[in-house]
């Protein structure tokens, strides 16, 4: 498996350096254990938040890999399922798990939590809007749907990634904060979309690869390493 290449564009003078969406899910379960890595709240906490953190690092895959000429892909519709999954699971697992969460989502809560909220909410629709039977009904085109699926998008990683450094636990360091901006920058500059074979495969390996780094988050957060 190659993690990084260079492809020249056919139609275009210009060099495309390909990364390999595995770095950007090994990258954002690594940025949070740059600085404390042993210092957790225990394994409740440090599963929860690593389904948060799966589905920040799979909302950067979709955005590598949604953009496809040729229309609508299966392989980003299930790895959207995958992302709805991972965080609905985040949400759920404090919310059932430990009832003091609740007064957090509260009226009066807490900024990181609002942006929190509104990631949920975000993902919430681009998921159900981009199902056949409400994206008709939803929107007039295929192509507006296309626009407002992807500017959404960025809102909500946008959201997310700022739920967890605001909240003060993962990102507590000036250049934990220039790693995690830069990882985001380099998804949108520095991968060729259409270089990543979209198949059942690759889901399977990408399924398998993060409850590989989620499992290992939790084990070292946890302090059993």
């Known amino acids: 498996m190659r993690w990084s290449t260079i492809v020249i564009n056919k139609n275009k003078s210009k060099a495309h350096f390909v990364i390999h969406p595995s770095l950007y899910l090994l990258g954002v379960f690594i940025i949070p254990l740059t600085m404390t890595p042993v210092v957790g709240d225990g394994w409740f ?23 496809n000429k040729g229309g609508h892909s299966s392989f980003h519709r299930w790895v959207g399922f995958v992302c709805f999954f991972a965080i609905a699971g985040h949400a759920l697992w404090f919310i059932l798990g430990d009832k003091t969460t609740i007064k957090y989502i509260m009226f009066g809560a807490p900024s990181y939590m609002v942006l929190g909220i509104l990631s949920i909410v975000l993902m919430i629709i681009l998921t159900f809007t981009s199902l056949l039977l409400f994206r008709k009904s939803a929107y007039r085109s295929y192509s507006i749907f296309s626009k407002w699926h992807r500017y959404l ?39 060729e979309r259409d270089r990543f074979k979209k198949n059942k495969q690759n889901l399977w390996m990408l399924l398998l690869f993060s409850g590989v780094l989620l499992s290992a988050f939790v084990i070292i957060r946890s302090g059993v390493l």
Request: charged share 5%.
């Open 153 to 191: 998008s960025f809102v909500m990683l946008i959201a997310s990634t700022l739920h967890v450094g605001l909240s003060g636990y993962y990102f507590v360091s000036v250049t934990q904060w220039i790693m995690i901006i830069g990882l985001l920058i380099s998804a949108y500059f520095f991968q």
């Open 45 to 67: 906490w440090e599963v929860g938040n690593a389904l948060g953190f799966l589905g920040i690092s799979i909302m950067l895959i979709l955005t590598l890999n949604g953009r």
